[in-house]
């Protein structure tokens, strides 16, 4: 099991971007899918992005394709996520979360998880 910090939050206005980082330690990261998830305050925990262990797959919500990118740096055991065109319905604390199996939407699948970071858009 992998153990996962974000950090890069913050206010920001509307329009404006943000790196968020996920780092991880433990054993076999570089083994495991990395997804971004969000909470809105009284919103379920819903899901952002994911990528693949090798990097190659990816796959966003609707809601942030076009203006969000995940990547990752296995050799640094760090997972990203580029947020642009920052809109006020994008604020809520962002988790980040490792599974075992390929890219996944489900928040089941993911067997760690992030302390979570603040992202808070101004409009």
């Known amino acids: 099991q992998v153990q996962l910090v974000e950090s890069g939050g913050g206010l920001v206005q509307a329009g404006d971007s943000l790196r968020l980082s996920c780092v991880a330690s433990?054993?076999?990261?570089?083994?495991?899918?990395m997804g971004w998830f969000r909470q809105a305050p009284g919103k379920e925990r819903e899901f952002v992005a994911t990528?693949?262990?090798?990097?190659?797959?990816?796959d966003y919500a609707d809601s942030v394709k076009g203006r969000f990118t995940i990547s990752r740096d296995n050799a640094k055991n760090t997972v990203f996520l580029q947020m642009n065109s920052l809109k006020s319905e994008d604020t809520a604390v962002y988790y980040c979360?490792?599974?075992?199996?390929?890219?996944?939407?489900?928040?089941?699948?993911?067997?760690?998880w992030g302390q979570g970071t603040q992202v808070t858009v101004s409009s």
């Open positions: 979360a490792a599974s075992r199996g390929g890219i996944t939407k489900l928040s089941t699948d993911y067997t760690s």
């Open positions: 990528i693949s262990w090798t990097g190659v797959e990816t």
């Open positions: 433990g054993r076999n990261f570089a083994l495991h899918a």
